[in-house]
């Protein structure tokens, strides 16, 4: 099966079509079943087409939406194909760790700055920057930017720093120790000898 030539296709194994989708309209769904790559004839994997049958305001048909499935257990068609776009959601979560987050090396099972984010959103006061805009939903984005507010209600573990200023000393009537002496370990360093050699 080449994708882009429609000759070489084969019969599909399930075809659904919804007929009114709240955001794409009517979609057709198909799914081929068990099949490989051609360099990789022991790896399984089911195709699927989906196609918006509505086209696009200049007449223009959309351009259809390969999908891979690989697993042992396969999903519903009515609704794997769906799934798909949560991953726009996910390449913008991965650029905000990144950039925003500084994650260059992620602990991707252990997320615990999101959740943090996440549950600071309605406890944080908006710091909106001179060229910014209020939201009323704030994003993790503008949690991060005013978690400062936040921190200083907090507080820190940490104790008081001591003010700068002149020592106090050695206070009074503290009995005064001398410090042990230990012998000075001396490495020589030994030195190849010369071999003598006649000159003939």
Not at 32 to 60: C, T
Not at 68 to 94: C, I, M, N, Q, S
């Amino acid at each position: 099966m080449r994708l882009n030539d429609p000759n070489t296709w084969l019969q599909a194994d399930t075809a659904i079509e919804i007929d009114e989708h709240p955001d794409l309209g009517k979609v057709r769904v198909r799914q081929w079943i068990d099949l490989h790559f051609y360099r990789a004839p022991g790896q399984k994997v089911n195709l699927i087409l989906v196609e918006r049958m509505k086209p696009m305001s200049n007449g223009q048909p959309f351009p259809p939406l390969w999908l891979a499935w690989v697993g042992e257990r396969t999903l519903p068609l009515e609704t794997v194909w769906f799934k798909y776009l949560r991953r726009f959601g996910v390449d913008h979560w991965y650029r905000f760790a990144k950039q925003r987050l500084h994650w260059t090396l992620p602990n991707l099972r252990t997320p615990l700055m999101s959740w943090q984010l996440w549950l600071a959103r309605d406890l944080v006061v908006e710091n909106v920057l001179p060229w910014q805009s209020g939201n009323i939903s704030l994003t993790p984005g503008r949690v991060a930017q005013s978690m400062f507010s936040l921190l200083v209600d907090i507080g820190t573990p940490t104790k008081i720093p001591k003010h700068r200023g002149k020592s106090p000393g050695w206070e009074k009537g503290k009995v005064r120790t001398k410090a042990p002496c230990y012998p000075t370990v001396k490495k020589r360093v030994s030195r190849r000898k010369k071999s003598s050699r006649l000159a003939i």
